[in-house]
């Protein structure tokens, strides 16, 4: 490998996926403002809004997420249609 290219400041990172809750460790070289207590040591907090643990393609589970009433806005749109 080329010396000089890669990122000396590697350390363990939380990831906190917010939409369970879960918590996972692993090496990173990302910035946080935000720590997170883990077995009694403190680590710096990363939050994704999904993970492994929560992504429908791993879960085998799907979610309808309904942002800003999409669906009654399709309702209303096409209600004029309605028999």
Known sequence: ????????????????????????????TANSKETLEVDGK???LLKLEISR????????????VDTAGRIDKFKNKYSKFKK
């Open 42 to 44: 403190e680590y710096p």
């Open 1 to 28: 490998m080329k010396k000089g290219i890669h990122p000396e400041n590697y350390r363990m990172v939380a990831f906190k996926d917010m939409s369970n809750g879960d918590v996972f460790l692993t090496r990173s």
């Open 53 to 64: 643990t929560s992504h429908p393609f791993y879960t085998g589970k799907s979610k309808l």
